[in-house]
């Protein structure tokens, strides 16, 4: 049989809060859950934002306008503008000496010098760049808790946004296992862990590529950080080497908006096949620049302030209601998040007592073929849909296929909400699913890009926590063109029992520019406890329960830890770096100074044994 990946740890930031724990997804249900319920999610984005006001919280989560102190003012974005200065007489200026062009422009003559000065001529016309500022379209984002600064958490000189998200994001996740990353190391051998993150769009800030490709025409310098920090699968390269020492399977997929997806399929292949015990998966994001606005903007993408105002009658622009999925809309709406899960085999999680919050399945990839656009939807996701659908039918059966719901791609633009909501209405009627809930978490988010399908899925298991499927709190009703004989689209939140006993799995979908369609299949804690159960018999069971009793006490810790005084960052720059002299080997195994257990050489030849 294949190893089962057991989801035993989850983190990271987005416009909600903090992941783990389930409070980014508490914040999305809130409204539907009591004082006493919300408490530990309330101390925890007080702690993240630095106020305890409540209006304030609120205020700053979620959608809304995009904030000058953290990004930029969308009402005076600065720019520069071409001019051509003209003078029948030429024009004559001053310099400083370190200032003056080398070579000399054309027309430029140097007609003296004093004091470090040099005094320029110039004959004819002079082209110059006006600096000035315009506003934005779009004043819409998905941003991060107001007062949250990723920079602040550990020694960040000079990373791009995203990088220091990710940072967060895979600390997050790798504490709310319980378990130090020590003890996990004891139990496998180096090369046993997989580490696949990145970005889909690289690091577009000024610390990344804006600034390596800005730098020369706005007179500032190239750093040494800019290109290399820049690279899409940094990400991984910043876990392995500063947050959990690596030398195991690394890299990362890119698939557009479906990249989360793409990487978790390579981190659950890896532990399915044996390559490794332990994946840690996930993505960091952070496109809330203008110029990454203004291109989505002119391809018609965004959702703008007049279309928004237009849908409203009204002379205001709904920011918090800007992205509105399967109703009367206009487009989507940009966000940054940080997302990363732990996966390990499921003898692993038995053995180390890790909490099981829940199992993929699977994840299926599969393109769009021709198309007529290179960002138009196509026939993949029918393809990847069908069979999560199918796999679905085969684990849980028909009862307990109806017995699932959809975190849909759901962006908010009037293409999406007609051909995803076909899509989801024909695999119903295929399968005989009656009124399948469909969720579309972008109303609360935005669109994070690589890690869209990590927020999907990481509140998907807040539903087998809280027991509540966040409806689409953004709209009023649902657009005529819109598929749904077969579906039960949320407007409001469906309560699915407790602890989301009514549901048994989730299916995450995801849709990429260029025809990158991913789908996966999520089994419920309970779903996967009774898989486990069939695989490892009860004894097994019992022994991971008692185990799990320590587990589960140092999460508590952990999340009171951190709800009391914000995340400690896991960053170990420059410790226990090994080199040439810390290897040894002979022709059956390798052995790293830094590692108690070596890494064995393959001794056969696997094509013919």
Known sequence: MKALPLIVGFGGINAAGRVSMHHSYRRLVQDALDETRMAATWQDLSTLMGTTNR?????????????????FDPSA?????????????????????????????????VVGESAGQVQIRVDGDMPVLVPGSFASKVSSAGSLPTGFDPSSYYNAAHHPRGLQLAVYGASDAIQSMGMDWSSVLERVRPDQVSVYAGSAYSQLDQAGLRGLYQSPMTGS???????????????????????????????????????????????????????????????SEAPIVPEIIEGFRVMGALAEDDQLRQLDGSDIADNRRACRPFSANAGFTIAESSQ??????????????????????????????????????????????????ALARAILGDAGLARTF?????????????????????????????HWPISAIKAYLGHSQAPAGGDSLTAALGVWAEGLIPGIKTIDHIADDVHRSNLDILMDHKAVGDQGEGMDGALINAK??????????????????????????????????????GIAAAQADYDRRTRENGLKVIYSFGQAVMDETDVSMNREQLTLSQFATPIDLPQHNPYLD
């Not at 209006?55 to 102190?69: F, M, P, S, V, Y």
């Not at 974005?77 to 200065?85: D, E, M, S, V």
Request: hydrophobic share 40%; glycine share 10%; aromatic share 6%.
């Open 512 to 549: 990429g520019f260029g025809g990158n369609n991913a789908s996966a299949l999520v089994l419920s804690p309970n779903k996967t406890l009774e898989l486990l159960r069939q695989r490892h018999g009860q004894n097994a069971l019992d022994g991971w329960q008692g185990r799990n009793e």
């Open 221 to 283: 310098r190239i750093t040494s950080k800019m290109l290399p920090l820049s690279l899409p699968e940094m990400s991984a390269d910043f876990v392995n080497s500063y947050i959990i020492n690596s030398v195991g399977n690394t890299g990362t997929n890119v698939g557009a908006c479906a990249t989360f997806l793409y990487n978790l399929r390579q981190g659950m292949a890896d532990i399915q096949s044996g390559q490794c015990r332990v994946a840690i998966v996930g993505n």
């Open 406 to 434: 959809v975190m849909a791609h759901g962006t908010g633009t009037p293409q999406n909400r007609v051909t995803e909501s076909h899509i989801f209405n024909e695999v119903a009627k295929t399968f005989g699913i009656q």
């Open 340 to 389: 990363f899960v732990v996966l390990m085999d499921d003898a692993l999680a038995l053995e180390c007592g890790a909490t099981v919050f829940g199992s993929v399945g699977e994840v299926f990839v599969n393109a769009d073929a021709n198309k007529k656009s290179i960002s138009s939807p196509g026939v993949g996701n029918y393809v990847t849909m069908a069979k999560a659908t």
């Open 77 to 109: 974005i600065p720019n520069q503008n071409k001019a051509n200065l003209s003078n029948a007489n030429g024009f004559n200026f001053e310099l400083k000496r370190r200032q003056l062009p080398d070579p000399l422009p054309a027309g430029w003559t």
């Open 55 to 71: 209006q304030a919280i609120l205020d700053g989560t979620l959608i809304r306008r995009i904030e000058a102190a953290s990004h």
